[in-house]
Structure formats: structure tokens, C-alpha cells
């Protein structure tokens, strides 16, 4: 080749080098900020905040997220798209459905997390139970549980309906527990401790404190799949209201599939995520709780952030048992976007 001949062509090569980078960064420099809420800081929202400590998953999508966290309250997270501060917020399925049905503009645009409950009773009390113990059957445990002055969130959220759902394999309901609402898992463990309550229910790994120091023993542990039962059931989503939906259809349907990404990802890569997640948000967890907790996270997520409808039926099925309510205006094919329904 002569050299007059290889200039063009090193230039045209350069030329669609230069053309694919300024592709490339253009791609990149053009995502969307989605402000997104997260009703708690746990880590039944890891693929969230996998956004945080990996953002190249949501990048590929085009999506930044910009994470503010409601501690605990799913009213104020609500309240937070309603008014605007945010666009979408992560908040338990049955917050969502309850709203819906009593007139809520809004959708859910993923379906995100399994159960992930796990029950924490204190060895003191173990101890009165008169033999059974955590190796028991299922049935015998939860048959136990009677009785007993448990905490979790409250009536109508993804945690007390799996435990009313979970009682009901021992021929009981939550009515048969000395229950209260509980929302912060340090008083929990402090409460367990001191013995002025028996045991809690939360997102697994949440009490792991108690469990690695031995005060306590994970009693029946529903992220592990010991009440198979109740895993189909929708724990969290992602909603935003319709008019935000309709005006950003692109953007959420790229959310959704970050989200999709970043479940896939977890699972592929746990241990990353692992550290990552915990020296980011966590980083004042023992590690071997911690470690004893996120065994049970990868496999916690809808693959794709799609849910079946025999699922979210499902769930409908439980809190209208446990509410009393009828959820028409909640349906399957009303309440997900498309995207979010598994085809």
C-alpha cells in the first residue's frame, strides 16, 4: 500500500473513531436525573441502590437516580411524588394498592422485591416455649408464635400481611399474636434484650445484630423460602403518578429496565454488590450480621422487575382477607404499566 494511499485511510479511520466516541459520550452525557425515593434505608432495596454504588447499570439505560430517603415513612414518601419533590418512590406493595383503590392518580412502573420478612424471637424466649425451637417443623414454630408479644410494621403493610398470611399454616391469624407496631429496628433489638418483647419481624438481616451476638435466633425466615407459601406475594414497587407516567413513558419504561439490569447483575455479582452496598449505606453493621443477612438478598427480586398477575392476584387475595376491602379499582393490568407486567 502506498503512503499516499494509507493518509486517507488513517484519517477516515481516525475520523470513525473519533465520530463512535463522540457517540459513546453523548450517550453517556444524556441521561435522565430521576429523583427517586426510597421509603427506608434497607437493603429490600438493594437493586435501588445499587444505582448509587454502581450507576453504570442505570447508565446503560440512560437514568441517573437521586436518592432521598423518607426513614421509615411511606405517607411522606407518597407525599413526596405527590407534591412533586420526587419523581417515583419505592414504597411497599399494599401502601400502593390501598391508595389506588381509595382514588391515587398513580401506577406502579416496576415491581421490585420478594418477601423478605424473617422473624427474630429472643433465646430468652425460646426458652418458655416448652421444647420447640428454632430446628422445629415449621408448623410447630409458627404454632408457637401464639400468644407471643411480637413487633412489625402495621396492619395493611407487606410485613403484617405475611405474618398473617405465615400464621394461617398453624391454623391461626395475626389476631392470635399480643401484637404492636414497631418501626425501628433498634428499639426492636433493644426491646428483645431487655425481654419486653419476644421477637420481631423485619427485612432480614435488619436485626442481625442480636442474632450474631447471640440474644437472639432467627425463628422462621421467609427470604430463605421457609414459607413457600407466601414468596409469591410483591413486598416492594417503584410508583409515579400518571400524568408524570404519561409525560415520561421512555423514562420509565429505561427505569424499569435498569432495575431489571441491576437484579441480574446482583446475582451474577453478590459478593461486589455485598461490599459496595454496605460500606456505602451500611457501613455501621457488624459484618458477620451482615454477612449472615445478605446471603439471602440476591435471590430476593423479580427477575426484570416484572411481576406475574398470579402473584399480584394473589396479594389482592390477602389484604382483601386481611382489610375487608375490595380492590377493583387495583387490579393487575390497572395498577402496573405495561412494561411492568411479565408477559
Known amino acids: 500500500m502506498s503512503a499516499s494511499f494509507r493518509k486517507p485511510v488513517i484519517r477516515a479511520s481516525l475520523l470513525a473513531v473519533a465520530f463512535t466516541a463522540a457517540l459513546t459520550a453523548g450517550s453517556v452525557s444524556a441521561q ?143 389476631s392470635d399474636l399480643k401484637f404492636r407496631p414497631l418501626f425501628d429496628p433498634v428499639a426492636m433489638m433493644e426491646s428483645i434484650r431487655n425481654d419486653q418483647i419476644d421477637g420481631s419481624l423485619w427485612t432480614v438481616g435488619t436485626l442481625g445484630n442480636i442474632l450474631a451476638d447471640g440474644t437472639a435466633v432467627s425463628w422462621i425466615n421467609m427470604a430463605a423460602g421457609e414459607a413457600p407459601t407466601v414468596s409469591p406475594m410483591p413486598y416492594t414497587m417503584v410508583i409515579a403518578m400518571n400524568p ?22 446482583l446475582l451474577a455479582k453478590p459478593d461486589k454488590h455485598s461490599a459496595d452496598i454496605k460500606a456505602k449505606f451500611f457501613p455501621q453493621m457488624d459484618q458477620t450480621a451482615w454477612n449472615n443477612g445478605w446471603k439471602f438478598i440476591p435471590t430476593g427480586f423479580f427477575p426484570g422487575a416484572t411481576v406475574p398477575k398470579s402473584a399480584w392476584d394473589y396479594m389482592l387475595k390477602l389484604q382483601a382477607a386481611s382489610t375487608k376491602k375490595t380492590y377493583d379499582k387495583a387490579t393487575y393490568e390497572r395498577a402496573l404499566i405495561p412494561e411492568a407486567q411479565m408477559k
Do not use: W
Open 32 to 174: 435522565t436525573t430521576v429523583k427517586f425515593g426510597l421509603a427506608a434505608m434497607s437493603t429490600s432495596f438493594t437493586t435501588s441502590l445499587i444505582g448509587g454504588t454502581s450507576p453504570e447499570i442505570y447508565a446503560k439505560h440512560g437514568i441517573k437516580l437521586e436518592f432521598t430517603d423518607f426513614r421509615g415513612n411511606t405517607n411522606n414518601c407518597i407525599a413526596g411524588i405527590l407534591s412533586g419533590a420526587v419523581d417515583v418512590c419505592q414504597v411497599g406493595s399494599t401502601s400502593v394498592t390501598d391508595a389506588i383503590q381509595e382514588g391515587g392518580n398513580f401506577r406502579a412502573v416496576a415491581v421490585v422485591t420478594k418477601p423478605l420478612g424473617e422473624i427474630v424471637l429472643g433465646r430468652k424466649q425460646v426458652a418458655r416455649l416448652g421444647g420447640v425451637n428454632e430446628k422445629s417443623p415449621l408448623v410447630d414454630r409458627v404454632k408457637a408464635l401464639k400468644g407471643l408479644r411480637l413487633t412489625s410494621s402495621g396492619q395493611g403493610t407487606p410485613h403484617y400481611l405475611a405474618l398473617d398470611a405465615l400464621m394461617q399454616i398453624g391454623g391461626l391469624n395475626a
Open 244 to 265: 408524570y407516567i404519561e409525560k415520561n413513558t421512555p423514562t420509565m419504561v429505561r427505569l424499569r429496565a435498569a432495575m431489571g439490569d441491576a437484579a441480574a447483575d
